[in-house]
């Protein structure tokens, strides 16, 4: 790869450090999708222990270019996300993938297929996680920042995207336990 074409797909992918998320941080800050896509490849990089039979190298990589397409269509949550939303994303994102160098196109190309399909474990635990993360983001984010429906979706959320492997499932009943209790304690404080 030349570095001119190197430095393009960074400048590219640097609009993701600029493109607000839905989720706040701890301290009420808009996170970034940037961010988001980090702490996901982190989760998948933390993990490698406990799925030593799945291709872990192969999950980080999905991790960090599972939001690519937000970099031309900004971020919507999953809850107002339409078809037609999805179908603009995909369409620009797999026209910038066709632009890149070959060996960066196949393999980006390769790997999104194989995230669509959700068929391989690696798949399946990229899926998980980037679900799982949304849910911890918003359990450390202050309550007043959570759009109505979180209430609701904090407790259900991912548990279907999770049910393949016994370690996530309960990764996300702890994370249910965390919501649980931010509800009680945030939630009696707006009482008071």
Same mark, same amino acid.
């Given at each position: 790869m030349e570095p001119r074409d190197y430095l393009e797909i960074l400048h590219?992918?640097?609009?993701?450090?600029?493109?607000?998320?839905?989720?706040?941080?701890?301290?009420?800050?808009?996170?970034?999708?940037?961010?988001?896509s980090w702490r996901v490849s982190l989760m998948a990089f933390l993990l490698r222990g406990e799925f030593p039979e799945l291709d872990m190298d192969k999950v980080i990589c999905m991790c960090l270019i599972h939001d690519l397409g937000e970099?031309?269509?900004?971020?919507?949550?999953?809850?107002?996300?339409?078809n037609e939303d999805r179908e603009t994303e995909d369409s620009l994102l797999n026209r910038w993938v066709r632009g890149l160098p070959t060996e960066i196109s196949g393999?980006?190309?390769?790997?999104?297929r194989e995230m669509? $399909? *959700?068929?391989?474990? +690696? %798949?399946?635990?990229?899926? $998980? *996680?980037?679900?799982? +993360? %949304?849910?911890?983001?918003?359990n450390e984010s202050p309550l007043d920042t959570w759009a109505e429906n979180e209430f609701?979706?904090?407790?259900?959320?991912?548990?279907?995207?999770v049910g393949f492997s016994d370690w996530l499932m309960s990764l996300r009943r702890e994370i249910l336990s965390d919501t649980l209790e931010k509800l009680r304690v945030e939630g009696n404080r707006d009482e008071s």
């Open positions: 590219v992918a640097e609009r993701l450090k600029d493109t607000p998320r839905h989720c706040t941080t701890r301290l009420g800050r808009t996170e970034s999708v940037a961010e988001h970099c031309f269509t900004g971020d919507i949550p999953t809850f107002l996300k339409t393999r980006m190309n390769t790997l999104y669509d $399909a *959700l068929q391989t474990p +690696e %798949a399946r635990l990229y899926k $998980a *996680l980037d679900k799982l +993360e %949304a849910l911890i983001q918003h609701e979706l904090n407790k259900h959320y991912a548990f279907d995207a």
